[in-house]
């Protein structure tokens, strides 16, 4: 199994602001994930965050909107840039151990 | 791109009534996951198939993956309100480490 953590919980925030999220896990992990899921919807991947090289984005999913940061195997970010009210989601990471296990999720309001 | 179907979008229950989710994949898939969410939580893994033709049994929660790999169904039997979430079915296709979720199913279940 594995323990994830993320920050914030949640947070509101005004349009064109960034938000960082970090994502820790309790042992080392080779790669993590982080996904989206906007209200009442399922779950899209954003990009593949990988220790020591760039994050694989999705279609759809550009680096400059959501900067990811993986400086070990236990911890990654998630900046969501100038946000606007379509980024209102909540942002989960995840492990991959066998199966995925995801993180409590940082539930996002920009107004 | 590989894409997961998943039906039906919703289902109300009586309690004690039996509910089944399907899952459709456009590809054939080394291994699908089913997961559960409950209301204002985040995804937690129930289990994993990897055979053609398997069948799995978690007390009153039967998993089935196609002959052909490329569906499979979650049926619960005699529902209770416990059950209560949306149940997503996730798809992994052969070389690819990424999971392609389905939409989800939200079911209630009326005491």
């Known amino acids: 199994s594995a323990v994830i953590s993320q920050k914030p919980s949640r947070d509101i925030c005004q349009r064109g602001t960034s938000l960082t999220i970090q994502c820790q896990v309790d042992?080392?992990?080779?790669?993590m994930f982080w996904y989206r899921q906007q209200p009442g919807q399922s779950l899209t991947l954003i990009a593949t965050a990988n220790q020591g090289s760039e994050a694989t984005y999705e279609s759809g999913f550009v680096i400059d909107k959501f900067p990811i940061s993986r400086p070990n195997l236990t911890f990654s970010t998630l900046t969501v840039s100038n946000m606007s009210p379509e980024d209102s989601s909540i942002y989960l990471c995840s492990v991959e151990r066998e199966t995925q296990y995801f993180g409590p999720g940082t539930r996002l309001l920009v107004l | 791109g590989q894409q997961v179907m998943q039906i039906p979008q919703y289902q109300h229950v009586q309690e004690g009534e039996d509910f089944t989710t399907y899952c459709n994949s456009s590809?054939?898939?080394?291994?699908i996951q089913w997961y559960k969410q409950r209301p204002g939580g985040h995804p937690v893994f129930l289990i994993q198939?990897?055979?053609?033709?398997e069948v799995k049994k978690q007390k009153r929660l039967t998993f089935q993956f196609g002959e052909a790999k490329k569906n499979s169904s979650l049926h619960i039997t005699a529902t209770q309100t416990t059950d209560v979430g949306t149940y997503f079915c996730a798809g992994e296709a052969g070389g690819s480490e990424k999971l392609v979720f389905g939409k989800g199913t939200k079911l209630t279940v009326n005491p």
């Open positions: 590809t054939t898939l080394s291994n």
């Open positions: 198939l990897v055979k053609s033709g």
């Open positions: 042992s080392q992990v080779t790669m």
